[in-house]
């Protein structure tokens, strides 16, 4: 069974640092692009970030360029993202999810159970 | 940017009754790269289709999907109470990749 589960999320001020961690199992990690999705609270679903099953092609939104970075440990099964710079509109339920493919470009078919990142002084 | 309107916003309908979601694009998409999400409160989304019209793993044959270029239909042939949820496509295929706003489905 696949299982992804994020951690790093909380409560931090606006232009502080974080790290979000997603640890994954069921799969080989290797094998597969991941992406991290946002959710602003009652609000729809953004594209934060993307990286291939290597690691050597990533994707940022415009708005995280220069302030996240998306990384991943294929000997860990870890993917992270580190946040830095927050601002308060970077509110939000962070989703580590799994892509179908090697690429990002099929979308994701395991989600994690989100991981809260609250922006505020 | 590619920007994915769906429509309509809101549908309300009857257990058994077919629903039909519509997401339109911007820009031509490719169809490998169009894929439709179920999200019910306070859950995490879930992968219907993705590229356009292929079932995800365990997705019941009453999901469908199908369309094109800029036109892209979900389609929930019967209607069963569970189906109440939000449903979002989403294009992955161009940067920056986009969601639409989503189409909340009510049973009635």
């Not at chain 1, 069974?1 to 961690?21: D, K, M, T, W």
Request: charged fraction near 15%; charge should be positive.
């Amino acid at each position: 069974e696949v299982q992804l589960v994020e951690s790093g999320g909380g409560l931090v001020q606006p232009g502080g640092s974080l790290r979000l961690s997603c640890s994954a199992s069921g799969f080989t990690f290797s094998n597969y692009a991941m992406h991290w999705v946002r959710q602003a609270p009652g609000k729809g679903l953004e594209s934060v970030s993307a990286i291939s099953s290597g690691g050597g092609s990533t994707y940022y939104a415009d708005s995280m360029k220069g302030r996240f970075t998306i990384s991943r440990d294929n000997s860990k099964n870890t993917l992270y993202l580190q946040m830095s710079s927050l601002r308060v509109e970077d509110t939000a339920v962070y989703y580590c999810v799994k892509a179908v493919s090697s690429g990002w470009y099929s979308g994701g078919d395991h989600w994690g159970q989100g991981t809260l990142v609250t922006v505020s002084s | 940017e590619i920007v994915l309107t769906q429509s309509p916003g809101t549908l309300s309908l009857s257990p058994g009754e077919r629903a039909t979601l519509s997401c339109r694009a911007s820009q031509r998409v490719s169809s490998s790269y169009l894929a439709w999400y179920q999200q019910k409160p306070g859950q995490a989304p879930r992968l219907l289709i993705h590229g356009a019209s292929s079932r995800a793993t365990a997705i019941p044959d009453r999901f469908s999907g199908s369309g094109s270029g800029t036109d892209f239909t979900l389609t929930i042939s019967r209607l069963e109470p569970e189906d109440s949820a939000v449903y979002f496509c989403q294009q992955c295929g161009s940067s920056p990749l986009t969601f639409g706003g989503g189409t909340k489905v009510e049973i009635k």
